[in-house]
């Protein structure tokens, strides 16, 4: 969930709403009072910018850090 909190506002709670909590496109518009075309948007872009995200996780890029 780390790389989660790191998206914007608006793209994490459209992104939880719909991937996490499994709420409708209509569902998530009403709670947010936005359109659905709006949703399906903010839904693209916060997909996208979370892929960015965990690229480097996935590929073993991440550097962790010693004690």
Known sequence: MAQIDKL???YRTVLLLRDV???SISEV???L???ETNVKG???RARSALKKL???LLRG???EVSE
Request: hydrophobic share 35%; aromatic share 0%; glycine share 0%.
């Open 33 to 35: 009072n936005i359109s």
């Open 42 to 44: 903010r839904v693209h």
């Open 29 to 31: 518009a009403k709670i």
């Open 21 to 23: 909590e499994e709420m």
């Open 61 to 63: 890029e991440v550097n």
């Open 54 to 56: 965990l690229e480097p």
């Open 8 to 10: 914007p506002d608006n």
